[in-house]
């Protein structure tokens, strides 16, 4: 499968974007989707876990400010990201887990600066 992110770009301290990951294919099958970023100097860490059920998971650092969701019928995949700091700046990534497979999207880099 393979993943396309789309949705960034620079956005002043306060403002939003909504990021989306386009599959190839149906991700019905995939129950283990979810986004990740990446800050320059730092290891790749996970921002928000979108399962095909159960709940969705965020850290402490984004919680309350982003949201994350999937759209089956399109094979597609969001984050709502509200009150953005600069402290989010990051190449953003798409992810889809399955049979021990994990697959990535090419990143959109999204830069919170003002």
């Known amino acids: 499968v393979q993943l396309v992110e789309s949705g960034g770009g620079m956005v002043q301290p306060g403002g939003s974007l909504r990021l989306s990951c386009t599959a190839s294919e149906s991700i019905f099958g995939f129950n283990d989707m979810g986004w990740y970023r990446q800050a320059p100097g730092k290891q790749r860490e996970l921002v928000a876990t979108v399962p095909r059920y159960g709940s969705r998971h965020y850290p402490d650092s984004v919680k309350g400010r982003f949201a994350a969701w999937r759209d089956n019928a399109k094979n597609t995949v969001y984050l709502q990201m509200n009150s953005l700091k600069p402290e989010d700046t990051a190449v953003y990534y798409c992810?889809?887990?399955?049979?021990?497979?994990?697959?990535w999207g090419q990143g959109t880099q999204v830069t919170v600066s003002g």
């Open positions: 992810n889809a887990h399955a049979d021990s497979t994990d697959y």
